[in-house]
């Protein structure tokens, strides 16, 4: 009698417990507000009344109308390309930063607008120093959180409830003497369907995402780079399905039956212990010298004669890129000369900079060595052209270099993979600021005469300076 009284207790206060952590789940997955859109998707370059890496989003509905501010935030680069000047001109004033498109409903993006309006209202009362000028503060601490926490919490909350649930339930069959599962079996068999369904997933995840992986190699070294991964994925992947099978096929066929039964002690075996130290030795051994000798052959190979050299230089959020010129030699550079017409630090007295090009796209001609010469600005930056294999940091006070010998052009690459629209992209790969998608600067891999062509049309470092000063006065 006392038991049962007990457990309708407890029942009902699990009864309740569930009802309000359901309640709160639901609260918690409810559709994102305003609030969170903006502090997931514009926190990041805009503030209400401050300048970051795009305007002070406080006045927006002075400066713009409604059905413009859906248009640009859905996608500004089309309102841009649409040649609206207001949208041209903006871009302009922010270094053409684009801003990503947000492929919303009308009502999200009236959403995010409401929440700047009212962080503006929020924060004009705090300035006028009455009223209830903690709105914003509160508001902008629960942005920084958003739900996160109250999911997590109540995962656990449930997960505790389930757990107790089931502890009321099986302390009453224990009573009656009833053992009602065989944990031992339960386990076995539920080790064999984490292996299917694990290997199920592996297979899934290669046949779904191998078409993002990189086409050929479109360089010398990259050949031989991508064959010394092949080499290792394969012994690893082999590696990877063998341990796996043997670790959770033995866990499900030694389990405990239910027999009385008694685990075999077996301390050691030295020929065990030396095979399956030694063999993993080996194996490692060779791919770890097989590594150190592709990349001793990538960055300890000769410098050629009539090798293409240029410099990139990494600043936040873009690249320059400079060629040597008629002199095949760029001139000296110091970071104590960067102003706003010499971005790149170039010393102007050094003869060697004279004829030294900007260029906002870089073309390189078909099988010729090319030495790339990293400067970073500010921040480490890191140089990374996927198709022909190259990465490298870029490093601030410390230069870096790294050659390599593009063997197709952009027109074969194309026919290759079939692809009409390829382009060879520079990309940084390292996460530099808020901007750091935008830094992406175009490569063209073209003819020997082609490149001498396009060569004769780019202009000079300082000349183009010169010109930037002119438009400026
Ligand atoms: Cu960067």
């Known amino acids: 009698m006392k ?10 206060s699990s009864g309740v417990l569930t009802v309000v952590f359901g309640f709160l789940a639901l ?23 401050q300048d970051l890496v795009g305007p002070a989003l406080k006045g927006i509905y002075d400066r713009r109308d409604e059905a413009w501010l859906i248009k640009w935030i859905r996608n ?11 949208a041209v001109d903006l871009y302009n004033k922010w270094n053409k930063v684009a801003m990503p498109a947000y492929d ?24 006028a ?9 509160v508001a902008a601490k629960r942005d920084g959180w958003g739900n996160g926490p109250l999911v997590i919490l109540t995962i656990i909350m449930l997960g505790a409830l389930l757990l107790y649930a089931g502890r009321v339930v099986s302390a009453r069959y224990k009573l009656k003497g009833v053992r009602l599962f065989n944990w031992n079996n339960i386990n076995g068999v539920l080790f064999i369907v984490f292996l299917v369904v694990g290997m199920a997933l592996v297979a899934f995840q290669f046949l779904k995402y191998m078409k993002f992986t990189l086409p050929v190699a479109a360089s010398e070294h990259g050949v031989v780079l991508d064959q010394m991964l092949a080499i290792t994925f394969w012994i690893t992947f082999v590696v990877f399905v063998a341990t796996h099978i043997l670790l959770f096929v033995y866990a499900f066929m030694y389990r405990n039956q239910g027999k009385e039964s008694k685990a075999l002690y077996y301390p050691d075996n030295h020929k065990l212990e030396f095979f399956w130290t030694v063999i993993p030795a080996v ?53 104590r000369m960067i102003s706003a017409t010499n971005s790149m630090g170039i010393d102007e007295m050094d003869p060697n900079s004279k004829d030294d090009l900007l260029v906002p796209e870089v073309y390189l001609p078909v099988n010729r060595q090319v030495v790339l010469r990293l400067r970073a600005r ?49 990309a940084c790969n390292k996460i530099c600021g808020a901007a750091h ?31 930037q000063t002119a438009s400026i006065n």
């Not at 022909?388 to 993979?417: A, C, I, L, Y």
């Open 378 to 426: 500010d921040v480490i930056h890191s140089a990374y052209l996927p198709h022909f294999r190259v990465q490298m940091n870029v490093v601030p006070g410390m230069p870096t270099q790294f050659v390599f010998t593009p063997t197709m052009t952009t027109e074969e690459m194309r026919e290759k993979t079939n692809n009409y629209n390829f382009n060879y992209e520079l």
């Open 129 to 137: 120093g009455g009223g209830d000028g903690g709105t914003a503060a």
């Open 437 to 467: 998608f935008n830094m992406r600067m175009k490569f063209v891999v073209v003819s020997e005469a082609e490149y001498e062509a396009w060569l004769t049309k780019q202009r000079t470092y300082f000349r183009k300076a010169e010109a």
């Open 104 to 127: 919303w409903s009308d009502d999200e993006i009236k959403s995010v607008l409401a929440y700047v309006k009212e962080q503006e209202a929020a924060l004009a009362t705090q300035s």
């Open 76 to 86: 500004s680069q089309a309102v841009i390309a649409s040649g609206d000047q207001y």
């Open 283 to 335: 194996v490692l051994t060779v791919l770890v010298l097989y590594g150190t000798k592709v990349w001793r052959e990538i960055t300890q190979g000769e410098i050629e004669e009539n090798r293409v050299e240029l410099e990139l230089f990494a600043y936040q959020f873009g690249w320059q890129a400079r060629f040597p010129g008629a002199d095949g030699l760029l001139g000296s550079h110091d970071f």
């Open 27 to 49: 609260t918690a997955v409810a559709q994102p507000t305003g609030a969170e859109l903006f502090s997931n998707n514009c926190a990041a370059c805009h503030k209400i009344d």
């Open 3 to 12: 038991f049962q009284s007990l457990t309708a207790v407890k029942w009902l």
